[in-house]
């Protein structure tokens, strides 16, 4: 089976505080890529961080990383000093390579950011 | 650049009545996706095409057909809309390749579909 749990419908967080954000997935592909995207209120879907399989080396863009964890196969995300700006739904996306690219979705996870 | 171009925007429609979504894509992708929208439940894949003259079923298929007219546009349809069908629709395309720059999907701006 393949799948995308985000366990965390909805999050809270202090402004200036980290936050993490938690993703399982399930598949016995090898070839996989795992992504975060956020979604505000206006409803564009921004992309923010990408993660291969193959990837050693935890993936960093600005203020987020991913924490992946392969043999439990966890992709979290980490968003460090939280602004105002990030609340919004955050989705965790899973891509299969040797099924022509194919792209799944989690639930999400709405974060507020308090001020 | 465009980027992904999604029409209509807004579509109400009735129970039994048929329409096309068009999506259309300036940024030479070869990976296309529709996707549905619906309150707690994430995006749900409907089909993919991973090339111009393939397309696949994605987690959510019943009801939609889809066409791969050429590499730029994914068109989805329903036949006979339902209400169950009311949704938010996406249109994402990308390009197949695994080297982590080229994986970036670029999603179209969404169509809100209501069926009475």
């Known amino acids: 089976a393949q799948k995308i749990t985000q366990t965390q419908p909805g999050m809270f967080v202090q402004e200036k505080e980290a936050v993490t954000l938690d993703c399982t997935y399930d598949?016995?592909?090898?070839?996989?890529?795992l992504f975060w995207y956020k979604q505000p209120s206006s409803g564009e879907m921004i992309f923010l961080i990408y993660q291969g399989s193959y990837d050693e080396q935890n993936a960093t863009e600005g203020r987020y990383s991913l924490n992946f964890q392969k043999a439990r196969k966890s992709a979290n995300l980490v968003i460090s000093a939280s602004q105002l700006g990030d609340s919004a739904m955050y989705f965790c996306?899973?891509?299969?390579?040797?099924?022509?690219?194919?792209?799944?979705f989690g639930q999400g996870t709405e974060l507020s950011v308090k001020p | 650049n465009a980027g992904v171009t999604q029409t209509p925007k807004f579509q109400v429609l009735k129970t039994g009545q048929s329409m096309t979504l068009q999506c259309a894509q300036d940024m030479n992708h070869n990976s296309m996706y529709w996707y549905r929208q619906d309150p707690g439940m994430g995006l749900r894949l409907i089909y993919y095409s991973a090339s111009e003259g393939t397309t696949d079923k994605g987690e959510v298929p019943n009801g939609y057909n889809v066409s791969r007219l050429n590499k730029r546009e994914f068109s989805l349809r329903l036949e006979s809309a339902a209400p169950s069908q009311t949704s938010v629709y996406f249109c994402?395309?990308?390009?197949?390749?695994?080297?982590?720059?080229?994986?970036?999907?670029?999603f179209g701006a969404g169509s809100r579909l209501t069926v009475l």
């Open positions: 996306a899973m891509r299969f390579y040797n099924q022509g690219g194919k792209l799944i």
């Open positions: 598949t016995s592909d090898q070839s996989y890529g």
């Open positions: 994402a395309s990308g390009t197949g390749g695994f080297s982590s720059g080229a994986n970036v999907l670029t």
